[in-house]
């Protein structure tokens, strides 16, 4: 899922590819900062994406900030699970 206006790109499920051309088409449309959001599994793939995109296709793309956090999620029966969050913001 992808946020063009603010450059925001939610890691989830999809493969790395998939959101690799996501921050590329974001860089075409003339943004200088991405933000990848991931919590839980997809964390690893946000740090892949990020590296990914760093080392083969903008190598210009700098490491501005790496924020972490534990969010409280709710389940369906009323309990919260916390899960870790992670978001890798990328300038030029």
Partial sequence: MTDAKDGVI???KK???SYVLAVITI???GSTRITLKARGKAISTAVDVAEMVRNKFAKDLKVENIKIAT???SNEDGST???SAMEIVLSK
């Fill in 10 to 12: 939610l890691v989830g």
């Fill in 15 to 17: 493969n790395t590819k």
């Fill in 27 to 29: 860089l075409n449309q």
């Fill in 71 to 73: 969010e409280e999620l």
């Fill in 81 to 83: 699970v916390r899960v």
